[in-house]
């Protein structure tokens, strides 16, 4: 079924090479929402869009930090705001919310993960919008 987080997969959502933006490594990127600006679509709070990995830490990893390029929305959205979450084994470890009208650029979320056990972790990205 076709919805706002998959109706373009390929070509501006998913894996894609990035539209007026450069990719952090490499030359794709990861579009969680859309990757031309403009879209409107029919969302409502709690709706979400994430990619996830799992990811093996090393005894005495300390930090996990991640690099993310944002485009918040042009406008304020009716049913809430935009959160960038990282999340660590589905618990939310860093947050940033995303302010309507903001330029694009580069974001790095950090989390302290001293106290994980050694062995893999599933850590993933998510766009949600929250009331």
Same mark, same amino acid.
């Not at 490499?26 to 990757?35: I, N, Q």
């Not at 005495?60 to 944002?70: D, E, S, Y």
């Given at each position: 079924?076709?919805? $706002? /987080?998959?109706?373009?997969?390929?070509?501006?959502? #998913?894996?894609?090479?990035?539209? #007026?933006?450069?990719?952090?490594?490499?030359?794709?990127? /990861?579009?969680?929402? /859309?990757?031309?600006?403009?879209?409107?679509?029919?969302?409502?709070?709690?709706?979400?869009?994430?990619?996830?990995?799992?990811?093996? /830490?090393?005894?005495?990893?300390?930090?996990? &930090?991640? @690099?993310?390029?944002? &485009?918040?929305?042009?406008?304020?959205?009716?049913?809430?705001?935009?959160?960038?979450?990282?999340?660590?084994?589905?618990? $939310?470890?860093?947050?940033?919310?995303?302010?309507?009208?903001?330029?694009? &650029?580069?974001?790095?979320?950090?989390?302290?993960?001293?106290?994980?056990?050694?062995?893999?972790?599933?850590? @993933?990205? &998510?766009?949600?919008?929250?009331?």
């Amino acid at each position: 079924m076709s919805h $706002a /987080f998959n109706r373009a997969l390929g070509t501006d959502q #998913g894996r894609v090479v990035p539209k #007026g933006a450069v990719a952090h490594s490499g030359s794709y990127a /990861f579009v969680l929402g /859309f990757g031309s600006p403009g879209r409107v679509e029919a969302i409502e709070p709690g709706d979400y869009v994430q990619v996830a990995q799992v990811a093996s /830490f090393a005894a005495g990893t300390k930090l996990l &930090r991640v @690099a993310a390029t944002i &485009r918040p929305p042009s406008a304020p959205v009716p049913a809430g705001l935009w959160r960038l979450h990282l999340l660590i084994d589905g618990l $939310a470890r860093a947050t940033h919310d995303l302010v309507p009208g903001a330029k694009m &650029r580069t974001l790095e979320l950090a989390a302290n993960v001293s106290k994980l056990a050694a062995g893999n972790h599933t850590i @993933a990205l &998510r766009l949600e919008l929250v009331p």
